[in-house]
């Protein structure tokens, strides 16, 4: 079936602008993650959604980054003003239930903030 | 303060001898390990995975060690073959809370060489 999916592939904005970023996560899976990869790390916790509730948000760097999951499925990764220490690669990933279940990756989201 | 620790950045072997991937992590509460695979331009991808109530997981050419005492694990890739060539991410579940994010080391990029 199909694995997890993120759009866009590649996202160029200019410092102090608002992006948002989707993932369509494996049908069924009712846990959502999202990481943020920088250059030569691993991925780093943001957010972690059970159902439509985000069960532990204490990754998010500040206030600039928000995360929804109205309807349990879909995901948007918000962030609001821009800087350029946010350029990174943002990973998505589901699970079909979340505590130690395998999380399923999406091939990501290049931020770029100039 | 890195919980999760792979302290060689890259590793190279010849096809057909064994890799050895080796992973560290400071915090005695983790209590499931997990390694990814991570092509270019792609997301992680689950590989094999370790509760803390075993010491071994093998699953075809790869095998993961645990050594609670000495807070180290080891990936054993045997025989290694080009296409193993990646970056391989250790992760652990993050104790208490919710337990649903994992928190990665670095990576180190293997490369098989034919």
């Known amino acids: 079936g199909a694995g997890v999916s993120q759009t866009p592939s590649n996202k160029v904005t200019e410092k102090g602008k608002y992006v948002e970023l989707r993932c369509d996560p494996i049908?069924?899976?009712?846990?959502l993650y999202w990481y943020r990869q920088s250059l030569g790390q691993g991925p780093e916790f943001l957010i972690y959604?059970?159902?439509?509730?985000?069960?532990?948000d204490s990754g998010l760097p500040n206030d600039r980054f928000f995360a929804v999951r109205p309807e349990g499925s879909v995901s948007t990764l918000k962030i609001q003003r821009t800087e350029r220490g946010d350029s990174a690669v943002y990973l998505c990933a589901s699970s079909l239930v979340g505590i130690a279940d395998t999380q399923y990756f999406g091939p990501g989201t290049r931020l770029t903030v100039l | 303060d890195q919980q999760v620790k792979q302290n060689s950045p890259s590793l190279s072997v010849q096809e057909g001898r064994i890799s050895i991937l080796n992973c560290d992590y400071t915090n005695s509460m983790f209590d499931y390990f997990l390694w990814y695979k991570k092509y270019p331009a792609e997301g992680p991808t689950f590989l094999i995975s370790i509760s803390s109530i075993k010491d071994k997981n093998e699953d075809g050419r790869f095998t993961v060690f645990l050594n609670k005492s000495a807070k180290h694990l080891s990936l054993h890739i045997v025989p290694s073959q080009p296409g193993d060539s990646a970056v391989y991410f250790c992760?652990?579940?993050?104790?208490?809370?919710?337990?649903?994010?994992?928190?990665f080391g670095k990576g180190t990029k293997l490369s098989v060489k034919p």
């Open positions: 049908s069924g899976h009712t846990a």
């Open positions: 959604f059970q159902g439509t509730g985000a069960a532990d």
């Open positions: 992760a652990a579940s993050s104790p208490g809370g919710s337990q649903g994010n994992l928190i």
